[in-house]
């Protein structure tokens, strides 16, 4: 909280230094508003330092407070159902490890219509307790539906660790449960740990120049959100069971503000999702134009794959978002990933460093794409796919 004392004078440079216009004032004293965003720029501006910002300390009794939860998100499948998406297995690999080490149990959550089909699946990942909340609302996630079930699940059954996928889903969903209950929330984790019996989140920060490692000792659950295709997912082991808690939350429909009437999908942007491609041919600024990505469409063609790109070639305008590659786009973890015309900026080589085979073609030798790649071509990228895709369609 932010707060002005006794000291004021009534200067009025705060006022002025409030890019949200939540400072005013009232007689001759400066007043913060509920706009405040705490961004500091009236502490800093004030000549008589009348006005300070407090951060509420988060301790409490963290005794009672037990297990690792894992967020299941579901997606739309082609038979008209949901199927649980890969990360979710993901996160119960690495929760497994979490669990053990804390000695305490791993469990899953669930919530949907028909969302109990999934107990099997996820038993098989390692969950030996699965909570189970149908709802006829919870079809398709909206975010005040699930952040309701999920906040009293949370509140009832009092879990130390909760992890989400760091998907569309899960970062709309993490945060909103995070400031109902008011704990930490670490974004986009790449590695996760226990010290101390605490968990340690380690995240890219600074654009991916260093890695942080992040506590939060004092306030439970302690929340992350990770990235898909960096955990190793563990093999399936079937017939492994699992305690089925079933849930029944009862969600006030007047507070829920968004229902959907109708869903349309766009059958152009719905074909193969590059974070779920065995094969990755990823151009960069070396590609240089639309041909150039023409090019990559054809080689990713004749291998079965998807074609990504690195952040310049975005910028560019040569390839969607959708598809980039990289810190500050998607992780990937494919058999084969080709990088064309790609520099090798760490924020590009985090997005991929986890593929089994890295291929490289750039014509500096000296790029440092060369330093992560098991198979390196030194030459024009343009000219290099062009005689790899006729050969292949050759044949050879």
């Known amino acids: 909280m932010i707060t002005v004392s006794e000291k004021c004078v009534g200067c009025t440079k705060c006022v002025s230094a409030c890019p949200f216009g939540a400072t005013e004032m009232r007689g001759k004293k400066a007043v913060i508003t509920d706009k405040c965003t705490l961004c500091g720029a009236c502490v800093e501006v004030c000549p008589v330092k009348a006005i300070s910002i407090g951060r509420q300390e988060l301790t409490g009794d963290i005794s009672g407070?037990?297990?690792?939860?894992?967020?299941?998100?579901?997606?739309?499948?082609?038979?008209?159902?949901?199927?649980?998406?890969?990360?979710?297995?993901?996160?119960?690999?690495?929760?497994?490890?979490?669990?053990?080490?804390?000695?305490?149990?791993?469990?899953?959550?669930?919530?949907?219509?028909?969302?109990?089909?999934?107990?099997?699946?996820?038993?098989?990942?390692?969950?030996?307790?699965?909570?189970?909340?149908?709802?006829?609302?919870?079809?398709?996630?909206?975010?005040?539906?699930?952040?309701?079930?999920?906040?009293?699940?949370?509140?009832?059954?009092?879990?130390?660790?909760?992890?989400?996928?760091?998907?569309?889903?899960?970062?709309?969903?993490?945060?909103?449960?995070?400031?109902?209950?008011?704990?930490?929330?670490?974004?986009?984790?790449?590695?996760?740990?226990?010290?101390?019996?605490?968990?340690?989140?380690?995240?890219?920060?600074?654009?991916?120049?260093?890695?942080?490692?992040?506590?939060?000792?004092?306030?439970?659950?302690?929340?992350?959100?990770v990235r898909p295709n960096v955990m190793k997912k563990n093999e399936p082991q079937p017939g492994r069971t699992a305690e089925v808690v079933c849930e029944n939350v009862a969600v006030d429909k007047d507070k829920l503000r968004v229902r959907i009437v109708e869903r349309h999908l766009d059958h152009r942007h719905c074909g193969g999702k590059i974070e779920d491609s065995e094969v990755v041919i990823s151009g960069g600024r070396g590609m240089k134009d639309d041909k150039g990505f023409k090019l990559l469409a054809g080689l990713a063609e004749q291998l079965g794959g998807c074609v990504g790109a690195s952040r310049a070639a975005v910028?560019?305008?040569?390839?969607?978002?959708?598809?980039?590659?990289?810190?500050?786009?998607?992780?990937?973890?494919?058999?084969?990933?080709?990088?064309?015309?790609?520099?090798?900026?760490?924020?590009?080589?985090?997005?991929?460093?986890?593929?089994?085979?890295?291929?490289?073609?750039?014509?500096?030798?000296?790029a440092p794409i060369f330093n992560v790649c098991k198979y390196g071509f030194v030459g024009d990228a343009r000219q290099v796919v062009e005689k790899i895709t006729e050969s292949l369609k050759n044949g050879k």
């Open 65 to 225: 407070y037990s297990g690792v939860w894992i967020f299941t998100e579901l997606a739309d499948s082609p038979d008209g159902g949901h199927s649980v998406r890969p990360v979710t297995f993901e996160l119960l690999s690495a929760g497994r490890g979490l669990a053990e080490k804390l000695g305490e149990k791993l469990c899953a959550v669930v919530i949907g219509k028909n969302a109990a089909v999934h107990t099997a699946e996820l038993a098989a990942y390692g969950a030996e307790k699965i909570y189970v909340c149908e709802n006829e609302n919870a079809e398709h996630y909206t975010t005040d539906l699930y952040a309701n079930i999920m906040v009293s699940l949370i509140k009832k059954h009092k879990p130390a660790i909760v992890l989400y996928p760091s998907t569309y889903v899960g970062r709309d969903l993490a945060p909103r449960i995070a400031s109902e209950l008011y704990v930490g929330l670490t974004a986009d984790c790449t590695g996760l740990s226990i010290k101390e019996g605490n968990l340690l989140q380690t995240r890219p920060a600074f654009g991916g120049n260093i890695m942080a490692d992040i506590l939060c000792p004092g306030a439970r659950p302690q929340m992350a959100t």
């Open 315 to 366: 910028d560019m305008g040569l390839h969607p978002k959708s598809h980039q590659v990289g810190q500050s786009g998607t992780t990937v973890s494919p058999k084969l990933y080709v990088a064309c015309g790609i520099s090798g900026a760490v924020q590009h080589v985090v997005g991929m460093s986890g593929a089994e085979t890295i291929i490289a073609v750039n014509k500096d030798p000296n």
